[in-house]
C-alpha cells in the first residue's frame, strides 16, 4: 500500500499502528538494536539517571501544583497542609524536594562525565550545547520552584536572585520591575513563578528530546574516547545497557529513599520554615547546594556588575568549551596531564561551593577569589593551551582491541571477533 | 584508573554536600549540648509519655502566648491519645465561629479544629507582648537551626546577664539565643505544672517534654515516613543486587 511504513513487526496490532506511525519502529531502532559501544562503565548510568529524575520531578509536580495555592497569602499554609493534610502529601512533596537536589547531582556527575571523556568534542558539539541549555533551564525551573513554598528563604532569596538584573546599566531597574510585576517581589511575582515553574519541566522535555536525538545521530562517546570502528565495538543497547542502567538505577534510587525517608530537611534550610516577612531579612541568605558555586562567583567580584557578568559567564563559558580544547584526543584516559587540571577544577567547584555557603570574610573571600581565578584560567588558559603542548600516550587500535603498547605493529590475524548478537 | 576516578568523584560529592550542609548551622549561636531524643536516627519513635507530658506544658504554659498553626486537635491522636481523649480536650476550648444566624459566637471545639490561637491576630499579639511577637510553634523544630537541641538550649538557657552587659527594657538573658537578649520570660520554672503520672516537673524535664511534643508537631508523619522507609530502602538495596546479578548474566558472552 502506497504510503504505508513496512513495518516488520507481527502482532497485528501493533503492526497496524506501525505501519502509520512507525512509532514502535523507532523505539527498536532508538532503544533496542541501537548500537552502543560496548566499553561504557558506570558513568555512562547517569544520563538515564537524569532522565528518570526528570519524570519523578514532573509526576510529583503535577501532585503538589493540584494542592498548591499560587498567593502569597496561602502559599505557605497550602504547603503545610500538603504536608499534614494530603495522602502522602509529605511524601510527595519530599521526593519533589529532594528530588531538585538529586537532579543537579546527576546532572554534575554527567557533565563531569562529559569533560573527563572529551563528549562534547566534534562531532558532538551541539549535543554538549543543547545539553548546556538544558543546566540553564535546569537552574531557572528549580530557582522558581525554591520560591513557591513562599519561606523566609524563597522571598529573600527570589528578591536576590532578581535584583541581580538592577546590575544591568540603564535598563537594569526597569527590568527588574517588569520581572517582579511590580516595585518589590510580591503576588504577581509568586504568580509568575508558579505558572514559570510548570512551564518550563515541558521545555526541558522538548530540549532533552533533540539532546537524545542529537545523540542518536552521532552515537554514544565512550571511555577510550575513540570513535567505533565497526559492529564488533558496539552492543544492542537493550539488553545490555537496560540492565546496566537498571543496576545503576536502584541504587540511586536507594539513595534518593534514603534522603526522602530519613534527612528529609538535609538539603534544605531552616529558615524556609518560616513563613515570607519582607520586614525580615533572614541573618543568612544562602541558595540551595547546586547554585552555591555560582554565588561564590557572584561574591567574589569586587563589583556587582562584574559579579553579575562573571557569574553568567561561568556557564556561558560552557557553550564554547568544544572549540577551547584543542586537544585531537577525547578521553582524559589518553591525556595524562590535563587530567589532573580536570581534578583541580573539581576541587575549585568543590571549594566554591563551600565558600558560597559561607560568609565573604576571612579565608573564605581569598578562597572564593582564587576558586574563580582558577575556573576560568582553566577553561580559558588551560584547555587551549594545554591541548597543543600536551602529547597525549597511545590511542588504542580500536574498542575491541587492547592499546598498543610502544606504537608497535598490528598483531598479526588480528581480525575483530564477531561480536553481533544473532 | 577508572576506579580512581569513581572513587575521587563520589568522595567529591560527598564532602561536598557535608561541607555545604552544616555551613549553614553556623552563625552567632552557642554550641548547643546535645540532647539523646527518643525520634532521633533511622527508627527513632516519639516516647508517648513525654509527648503526652509535653502537650500538658504546651497546654498550661506556651499556649498563654505561643499558637499552633497549623496543628489540629486531631493531631493528638499521633501521640497516643484517645479519640474520646482528644474530643475531651478539643471541647474544653472555646472556638470562635459564625452562628447559623451569620451572628459571631463561640462554641466548644471539635477534634477537626486548629489549635485555638491566643490571640486573634499579629498585632494584638504585639500589643500585649510588649512589640514582641512570639513564634508561632507548629514547625518550630523545623524552623530553627538545632531543631530540638536548639529549643531545649533555649529554653533551659536562662541565667543572669553578665555584669558587662547592658540589657534592654524588657528583655532577659539567654545565652542560646542570637544577641543573647530575648523577649520571652523564661517560662518554665521548677513545678510550673503538676504531672499526672507523678514525674518530677523540673525545667529539664518540662523543656525536654514539651520539646519531643513540638518534635511532633512539626512533623507529624515522621513515625510513619521512618516505617516506609526503612522498606523502601531496603526493596532498592535487594534490587539493585538482583539487577547486578542479572547483568552479570547478560553480560557474561560478552568479551570486555
Known amino acids: 500500500m502506497a504510503g504505508l511504513h513496512k513495518s516488520e513487526f507481527t502482532n497485528p496490532v501493533i503492526n497496524w499502528v506501525d505501519s502509520r506511525l512507525p512509532i514502535f519502529t523507532m523505539m527498536q531502532k532508538e532503544y533496542g538494536v541501537f548500537p552502543t559501544p560496548k566499553n561504557f562503565n558506570y558513568f555512562w548510568n547517569f544520563g538515564a539517571l537524569a532522565m528518570v529524575t526528570l519524570m519523578i520531578m514532573i509526576a510529583t509536580g503535577i501532585f503538589l501544583a493540584m494542592n498548591y495555592t499560587a498567593h502569597t497569602s496561602m502559599a505557605f499554609d497550602s504547603v503545610q497542609r500538603i504536608m499534614r493534610d494530603v495522602n502522602y502529601g509529605w511524601l510527595i512533596r519530599y521526593v519533589h524536594a529532594n528530588g531538585a537536589s538529586m537532579f543537579f547531582l546527576v546532572t554534575y556527575v554527567h557533565i563531569f562525565r562529559g569533560l573527563y571523556y572529551g563528549s562534547y568534542k566534534a562531532p558532538r558539539e551541539l549535543l554538549w550545547i543543547l545539553g548546556v541549555v538544558i543546566l540553564l533551564i535546569m537552574m531557572a525551573t528549580a530557582f522558581f520552584g525554591y520560591v513557591l513554598p513562599w519561606g523566609q528563604m524563597s522571598y529573600w532569596g527570589a528578591t536576590v536572585i532578581t535584583n541581580l538584573f538592577s546590575a544591568i546599566p540603564v535598563v537594569g531597574e526597569p ?53 567505533v570502528k565497526g559492529p564488533q565495538d558496539t552492543l544492542p543497547f537493550h539488553p545490555y ?65 562584574g559579579g553579575v557578568l562573571m557569574m553568567f559567564g561561568s556557564i556561558g563559558l560552557l557553550f564554547v568549551v568544544p572549540w577551547l580544547d584543542t586537544s585531537p584526543v577525547r578521553s582524559c584516559k589518553f591525556r595524562p596531564v590535563y587530567r589532573w587540571f580536570l581534578a583541580l577544577l573539581v576541587i575549585a567547584c568543590i571549594v566554591l561551593g563551600m565558600v558560597g555557603a559561607h560568609r565573604p570574610e576571612g579565608i573564605w573571600v581569598l578562597l572564593g577569589r582564587l576558586g574563580t581565578i582558577y575556573y576560568f584560567l582553566h577553561f580559558l588558559v588551560i584547555l587551549p593551551v594545554l591541548g597543543k603542548l600536551e602529547r597525549p600516550l597511545p590511542l588504542p587500535e580500536s574498542i575491541s582491541k587492547p592499546v598498543l603498547r610502544g606504537g608497535g605493529p598490528l598483531p598479526s590475524g588480528a581480525a575483530a571477533k564477531p561480536m553481533e548478537k544473532a | 584508573m577508572m576506579r580512581w576516578v569513581t572513587f575521587a568523584a563520589a568522595a567529591a560529592a560527598l564532602i561536598g554536600s557535608l561541607a555545604t550542609a552544616p555551613a549553614r548551622a553556623e ?228 568479551d570486555h
Open chain 1, 175 to 227: 527590568i527588574v520591575t517588569w520581572l517582579w510585576g511590580g516595585f518589590s517581589v510580591a503576588n504577581p511575582t509568586l504568580n509568575r513563578f508558579f505558572a514559570l515553574h510548570y512551564l518550563l519541566p515541558f521545555v526541558l522535555i522538548g530540549i532533552v528530546f533533540l539532546h537524545v536525538a542529537a545523540l542518536h545521530v552521532t552515537g554514544s562517546n565512550n571511555p577510550l574516547g575513540i570513535d
Open chain 2, 27 to 254: 552563625g552567632d549561636h552557642m554550641a548547643l549540648p546535645k540532647q539523646s531524643w527518643s525520634f532521633a536516627g533511622p527508627f527513632g519513635t516519639f516516647d508517648r509519655a513525654a509527648a503526652q507530658r509535653g502537650f500538658q506544658v504546651y497546654n498550661e504554659v506556651c499556649s498563654a502566648c505561643h499558637q499552633l498553626h497549623h496543628a489540629y486537635y486531631r493531631d493528638l491522636t499521633g501521640i497516643g491519645l484517645s479519640a474520646e481523649q482528644v474530643a475531651a480536650i478539643a471541647a474544653s476550648k472555646s472556638i470562635s465561629d459564625i452562628g447559623d444566624d451569620g451572628a459571631p459566637m463561640d462554641r466548644p471545639g471539635l477534634p477537626s479544629d486548629h489549635f485555638k490561637a491566643p490571640y486573634a491576630n499579629d498585632l494584638a499579639a504585639r500589643a500585649a507582648q510588649n512589640g514582641a511577637l512570639p513564634p508561632d510553634l507548629s514547625l518550630i523544630i523545623k524552623a530553627r537551626d538545632g531543631g530540638a537541641d536548639y529549643v531545649y538550649a533555649l529554653l533551659t538557657g536562662y541565667s543572669a546577664a553578665p555584669s558587662n552587659m547592658k540589657m534592654s527594657d524588657g528583655m532577659n538573658y539567654n545565652k542560646y539565643f542570637v544577641g543573647n537578649q530575648v523577649a520571652m520570660t523564661p517560662p518554665l520554672s521548677e513545678g510550673r505544672v503538676t504531672y499526672a503520672d507523678g514525674t518530677p516537673a523540673s525545667v529539664n524535664q518540662m523543656a525536654k517534654d514539651v520539646v519531643t511534643f513540638l518534635a511532633f508537631i512539626s512533623e507529624p508523619e515522621t513515625e510513619q515516613r521512618k516505617a516506609l522507609g526503612v522498606r523502601i530502602v531496603l526493596f532498592f538495596v535487594l534490587m539493585t543486587g538482583l539487577t547486578y546479578a542479572v547483568k552479570r548474566k547478560v553480560w557474561s558472552d560478552v
Open chain 1, 241 to 305: 545497557y537496560t540492565i546496566k542502567d537498571s543496576v545503576g538505577l536502584c541504587l540511586f534510587l536507594a539513595i534518593f529513599a534514603g534522603f526522602v525517608f530519613f534527612a528529609p530537611n538535609f538539603f534544605g534550610a531552616a529558615d524556609n520554615e518560616i513563613p515570607a516577612n519582607p520586614l525580615v531579612t533572614p541573618a543568612e541568605i544562602v541558595p540551595e547546594w547546586y547554585l552555591l558555586p555560582f554565588y561564590a562567583i557572584l561574591r567574589s567580584v569586587p563589583s556587582k556588575l
